[in-house]
T-cell receptor
Framework: EPEVTQTPSHQVTQMGQEVILRCVPI?????FYWYRQILGQKVEFLVS????????KSEIFDDQFSVERPDGSNFTLKIRSTKLEDSAMYFC?????????????FGDGTRLSIL | DAKTTQPTSMDCAEGRAANLPCNHS???????VYWYRQIHSQGPQYIIH???NNETNEMASLIITEDRKSSTLILPHATLRDTAVYYC??????????FGTGTRLQVFP
């Protein structure tokens, strides 16, 4: 069964450094998402992306965050200057062409630890 | 904020049916009911969704009341691997998923 894959599984970064989290969505999916989950808290929406542009973003997704689909397979989340509070699990998700009619499928996440 | 209310936790004996309730009294006509689960710290896993009819797939059944104000997810024969947090989410087409705190289901031997 096709799946969303995320790399790395664990990223440790010094505060203030840039980090790029990578995702390979399911191949025929056209809608892409990033969510995060701080330890012990709810899963929170960050951003949705379609047709090479952001469809929606949350208040969390400030100027320090950016997303990109650099080629036909990867979808990345960049945090420009990491803060301690960015430590969390980051989940990528994708869904089929018609938004909402198909479910979002999630990867197993990247654990980001900011020191 | 999540538009659903779920019990914080439930227990179920292995091999028995697990019935997880969800209240969504403010659901709109164009909103679907989705169920996901999260095992330990893995990514949320899609289980099932429905609009107004009952649905069944290889994982579970979804029973939605006629007024659509509540639903029940049924795992017909729970196993230890079904121990997880289960999220009931109300979502319109194209909308993001808004996760609540879910129900922590513990399946015991």
């Amino acid at each position: 069964e096709p799946e969303v894959t995320q790399t790395p599984s664990h990223q440790v970064t010094q505060m203030g450094q840039e980090v790029i989290l990578r995702c390979v969505p399911i191949s025929n999916h056209l809608y892409f998402y990033w969510y995060r989950q701080i330890l012990g808290q709810k899963v929170e929406f960050l951003v949705s992306f379609y047709n090479n542009e952001i469809s929606e973003k949350s208040e969390i997704f400030d100027d320090q965050f950016s997303v990109e689909r650099p080629d036909g397979s990867n979808f990345t989340l960049k945090i420009r200057s990491t803060k301690l509070e960015d430590s969390a699990m980051y989940f990528c998700a994708s869904s089929e062409a018609r938004p909402g009619l198909g479910p979002q499928h999630f990867g197993d996440g990247t654990r980001l630890s900011i020191l | 904020d999540a538009k659903t209310t779920q019990p914080t936790s439930m227990d179920c004996a292995e091999g028995r049916a697990a019935n997880l309730p969800c209240n969504h009294s403010t659901i709109s006509g164009n909103e679907y009911v989705y169920w996901y689960r999260q095992i330990h710290s893995q990514g949320p896993q899609y289980i099932i969704h429905g609009l107004k009819n009952n649905e069944t797939n290889e994982m579970a059944s979804l029973i939605i009341t006629e007024d659509r104000k509540s639903s029940t997810l049924i795992l017909p024969h729970a196993t230890l691997r079904d121990t997880a947090v289960y999220y009931c989410i109300v979502r319109a087409i194209g909308d993001k998923l808004i996760f609540g705190t879910g129900t922590r289901l513990q399946v015991f031997p």
